[in-house]
């Protein structure tokens, strides 16, 4: 039987998943991130089990049901240049350049699409242009690369050689600031989308780094009495619905953003076991990937707050 998802008015029909609990070939381990290359294959940075089993990006092309083929695998686990300790974000440029980030090791590692390593930039710090444990990243049209700097709590701007272009965002609350943001996203127009996981909401700035809205507010699944036992077989999770679930808008740790290019926005909640593909129905263009997992969309135009065109700019 086939799954629908009806959000305001639009219908996704859930197709197939993709891959399995793996070390390597088109399996996964612990995905962090994901991205679609130019050729509409995906990258997933997997970070693995505690003993490194499975940690790598794979470079995956997609066909039907199964029928998933590995183009690449690369940036496993190790010391030196191409290896990786805990990896974390990927992202593709319009050149095919793989750009990679390591959390221990501050630093992002850039590939040739087919995993060739080519050089690596960043150094531990929290001075213009060092890194503390970064995270998503995304490449602009104009092939710059922007770095979630999440130890910093701000975003940093890089052309593709690695040299510092601008920054924005500091620690806080208020609009335009972070607190321990993650995932990243841009729509067409340019505007940046971040999952500012501790503050429980999305925030979008301008290409410039303006603030312009924030989306979402916290928001937790309230645990019904009946929910869970313990019995002597060992603990279980109850059948029966939760009652009171929250309305959509509310947030827990918000990890990742990612658009369907059609101005709706889609944020994961939590960490997912594994990709689902839902095609839009009545639409022309591409089919929508998902991750499983609690995830919600919503139009890019609302949440928009009150001095919405004032904030941190991107400066050198």
């Keep these: 039987m086939a799954l629908t998802t009806v ?9 197939h998943a993709i891959g399995r609990g793996a070390a390597t070939g088109t399996g996964f381990n612990y995905v962090q991130t994901m991205c679609l290359g130019r050729d509409n294959d995906i990258y997933t940075a997997n970070r693995g ?11 995956i092309r997609l066909g039907g049901a199964g ?19 805990w990896p974390f974000g990927v992202a ?15 630093t992002i590692s850039v590939f040739d699409q087919n995993g060739k390593f080519q050089y690596k930039f960043g150094s531990t710090g929290s001075g213009d242009g060092e890194l503390m444990r970064p995270a998503g990243m995304v490449c602009e049209k104009n092939g710059n690369l922007i770095v ?13 050689e690695g040299k510092l272009v601008a920054t924005c965002g500091k620690a806080g609350s208020g609009q335009g600031e972070f607190n321990q943001p993650w995932g990243i996203t841009l729509d067409q127009g340019g505007n940046i ?13 301008s290409p410039q780094g303006h603030f312009i809205m924030s989306i979402g507010s916290y928001g937790a699944v309230p645990a019904d009495p009946n929910a869970y036992a313990v019995t002597y077989l060992g603990p279980f999770v109850s059948s029966l619905p939760v009652s009171n679930y929250p309305k959509a808008g509310l947030l ?33 263009d591409q089919p929508v990937w998902r ?5 919600q969309v919503g139009p890019a135009e609302r949440g928009r707050q009150p001095g919405h065109d004032e904030g941190v700019s991107a400066g050198a």
């Design 193 to 205: 989308y971040v999952a500012d996981w501790k503050n429980h909401r999305i925030q979008k700035l």
């Design 49 to 59: 089990n505690e003993n490194n089993f499975g940690l790598r990006v794979n470079r």
């Design 148 to 160: 979630v700097d999440s130890g910093n709590n701000r975003l940093q701007v890089f052309s593709p």
């Design 92 to 106: 593709v440029g319009n050149d095919g350049r793989v750009y990679c980030s390591d959390e221990w090791t501050n």
């Design 7 to 15: 959000v305001r008015g639009r219908a996704y029909d859930w197709s």
């Design 291 to 295: 991750c499983a997992g609690d995830v």
């Design 252 to 284: 827990n740790h918000p990890t990742d953003v990612g658009g369907s290019g059609r101005r709706h926005l889609c944020h994961r909640l939590g960490q997912p076991p594994g990709l689902h593909l839902r095609s839009r129905r009545h639409a022309t």
């Design 67 to 85: 029928d998933e083929e590995l183009v690449a695998e690369f940036f496993q686990h190790g010391e030196g240049d191409g290896k990786a300790t």
